[in-house]
């Protein structure tokens, strides 16, 4: 046993981490066949399908903002727990998206990301033994400091004959003793749901009921299209109390690399975040929380990324059904969450969406991310590479032809 084996914390697993940690998990995989894949095609273009970020840089204006910014000197200094300028433009920007009204600076607290402030929440709230309920999909860092923390994942599926919510009615009696935590993501990342009213008012009696406290991941919050309007869990009567909800920048304006985001919730609750938080970072630099203050006092920025979204998925959706597969234009963020196909016609089933995915890969280089936690589906993103309208179109010709050659079979 090498000196660093039996150091390793066993929330980690022990001297078993390391053998654990060399498995292949399916985005690693993804990767690794999509280098060998570009490798054996050097002059055949990937179709990156799976790409989880927006495909283009934040606005030129925010970026302007943050050299003038950048140049001055009292931004220097560590921001601990946040700007006034950021919180009050976050006042701002949840009252004129989402008709919030009743929020203060003393509800808001920024963070270096979304993914910081997932991380941070657990170690807030969660003991070894206490249940986090999580969506089965998801974003996997919901629930991977609970674990740490020696707590315990609760997944609820996210089927789609439950229209891709989770029924918390079939939630076992002795689970519900046991949660602390109840993680729930919509606009949602895979399947595109979007909350509405009623659910949420569904999840607000729930965590009341049962007492817990509800994170609701809003990363995709404003990204919606058609007749639906972005909508906050905190707009329903009493989730104040029972609620901290997880806005991002990345997403919505492009700064993904920014590395801003914030939180919103009870006093009390924010009180508890700001002080584990003041342990772990010293905040965000200046005049990113400052560039960050001017996008969100410049919302509509983010139409110009609803309007190019909107018009490719009008084309994804219609290249889909063309080859077989059944999609439905999502009412937000930025994915096409399809039913997997079985296999080849008069040749290879396919055992999984994984094993799907990875044949699309290899033989069209089109690159999706597979999910089988609730069913088999793949995941199509709209924030491929594409510069113009006509090169979206070409793309989107390109992936149909590329698909058809294969002979899916659904």
Known sequence: M?????????????????????????????????????????????????????????NMSIV???????????????????????QEAACRYLYNIYGLNNISVKNIIHGIGSKPILAMLPICFINPGDICLMPSPAYQVLGTYSKFLGGDIYNMPLCEENNFYPDLDSIPIEIKKRAKLLYLNYPNNPTGQVATKEFYEYAVKFAKENDVLIISDLAYGALTYGDYTPLSILSIDGAMDVCLEIHSLSKSFNMTGWRLAFVVGSEKAINVYSTVKGHTDSGQFRAIQKA??????????????????????????????????????????????????????????????????????????????????????????????????????QVMQDLKQRLLSLNLEF
């Not at 066949?33 to 490798?39: A, D, H, L, N």
């Not at 302007?64 to 006034?84: Q, S, T, V």
């Open 292 to 393: 960050g203050a001017y996008a969100l006092d410049n919302y509509s920025l983010i139409l110009e990324n609803k309007e190019r979204y909107l018009r490719r998925f009008k084309l994804l959706v219609n290249v889909l059904n063309e080859i077989g597969f059944d999609a439905k234009m999502p009412k937000g963020g930025f994915y096409s969450y399809v039913k997997s196909p079985i296999g080849i016609k008069n040749g290879l089933k396919f055992e999984n969406a994984e094993q799907a995915s990875l044949y699309i890969l290899s033989n069209a280089l089109v690159s999706t991310v597979p999910w089988d936690d609730c069913g088999s589906f793949l995941r199509f993103s709209v924030t491929y590479d594409a510069n113009s309208i006509s090169e979206e179109i």
């Open 2 to 58: 090498d000196f660093i084996d039996n150091k390793v914390s066993n929330r980690l697993g022990g001297p078993s981490f390391f053998e654990n940690n060399n498995k292949l998990y399916k985005f690693e995989k993804i990767k690794k066949i999509t280098r060998e894949v570009k490798s054996k095609h050097p002059n055949k273009k990937l179709i990156d399908m799976g790409v989880g970020e927006p495909d283009k840089m934040a």
């Open 64 to 86: 302007d903002i943050l050299a003038i910014e950048a140049r001055k000197p009292e931004n220097r200094f560590y921001a601990d727990n946040g700007i006034a300028e950021f």
